[in-house]
């Protein structure tokens, strides 16, 4: 039976000290929430650059006991408080937590909450997910070279190749140089224009369009918390750059977040170069697991040590338009591994663009 809650809904920014301290204290008391997403400054630091980033403070009697923040999209829809961008979601409470989340939409004025990068940290959730995933990660607890040796026995070889075409580059061009940790804004700059370019090329939705993504990113690079900070990653060519990773950290968890490549040096894997590069200083810099993100990519695969299991799916307070979507889910999900696979996810990759650049374009004039 739920435990009886109320909730308030209150602008991201407006939390005073002691939500603040609370938020934490929870957050550190669930390993499950680990993640540098999970944390309030990286909600606030979202909502510092754009409007309609709230969050539901739940209450069991005078004591808060967890935070949903959301992104009030349609006035009466919750959705990822930064949206693509949000790659683990999750209501902020201790594990053994069980909470009323209907309720919850009710004190908060909200008709549905809407996920897809879920990660069930308390028994609250189970009931509301439709479809799950994995999102991999790379085990590094016991060291590079333990990390590596485990790879190779499950059948990995990308690492021996990606050391070879290293040896290669450096012969041919210029030797590498590996930048761990750069607050400069023009890498960034950098970074953003190759990604771009690259969902471009992939004719998919730019993400980077809103205008409060480009203010949000620069805002993350100069934060500083403990359980949120930035840790943006170069590899160079000489002096020229050549690959590019923008990771949020908590303390020994960090999440990859942003990556990409000079297309210059695309037949080396740049972009791979600079993971591996990561693995291997993780130790000296207190890193034990690099997060990738859902997808189904096949360097995720080859580096996958370990996964975490997220969620798509919804807390509906709306029967007819809940039921819709559930059974629109549930349908690509049977399609996978048959025949009409392929067509129905072209068909799909052809509408989410039509719709991501009418969105996206909607959005940036807001």
Request: net charge positive; with cysteine; aromatic share 8%.
């Amino acid at each position: 039976m739920s435990t009886p809650t109320t909730a308030t809904s209150l602008p991201a920014n407006s939390l005073d000290g002691d939500l603040l301290d609370r938020w934490g204290e929870i957050q550190r008391g669930n390993k499950a929430l680990d993640s540098p997403l999970f944390s309030a400054a990286f909600t606030r630091a979202v909502a510092a650059e754009r409007d309609g980033v709230e969050i539901a403070v739940i209450r069991s009697d005078d004591s808060v006991i967890g935070f949903l923040p959301y992104y009030r999209l349609r006035r009466s829809i919750a959705a990822p408080v930064a949206g693509s961008f949000t790659d683990f979601q999750g209501v902020i409470a201790a594990p053994d937590t069980t909470i009323d989340l209907r309720q919850v939409l009710r004190d908060s004025r909200l008709s549905a909450w809407q996920f897809d990068h879920l990660v069930a940290a308390n028994d609250s959730l189970a009931e509301f997910q439709w479809a799950s995933a994995e999102s991999p990660y790379m085990d590094l607890s016991q060291g590079f070279e333990s990390y590596r040796r485990a790879c190779r026995a499950n059948g990995g070889k990308e690492i021996s190749e990606l050391f070879r075409k290293s040896r290669k580059l450096e012969r041919e061009i210029a030797p590498l140089r590996f930048e761990s940790e750069s607050t400069n804004s023009r890498v960034l700059d950098t970074l953003v224009q190759w990604k771009r370019e690259q969902l471009q090329r992939m004719r998919r939705p730019d993400c980077f369009r809103p205008a409060w993504v480009r203010p949000m990113l620069n805002r993350i690079l100069h934060t500083h918390d403990e359980l949120c900070r930035p840790m943006m990653s170069a590899l160079y060519v000489g002096d020229e750059l050549a690959a590019i990773n923008f990771g949020l950290r908590n303390n020994a968890v960090l999440h990859g977040w942003i990556t990409a490549f000079n297309p210059k040096y695309h037949k080396f894997s740049p972009g791979l170069m600079l993971i591996v590069k990561l693995a291997e200083s993780a130790e000296s810099l207190g890193i034990r697991r690099i997060d990738m993100g859902r997808g189904d990519e096949s360097f995720k695969r080859n580096f996958c040590s370990g996964a975490t299991s997220v969620a798509e799916g919804a807390v509906d307070r709306r029967l007819f338009s809940g039921s819709v979507r559930r059974m629109w889910v549930c349908m690509k999900r049977l399609l996978r591994g048959t025949p009409l696979c392929k067509p129905a996810e072209s068909l799909l990759r052809q509408g989410r663009y039509a719709s991501g650049v009418l969105r996206h374009s909607l959005d940036s004039r807001s």
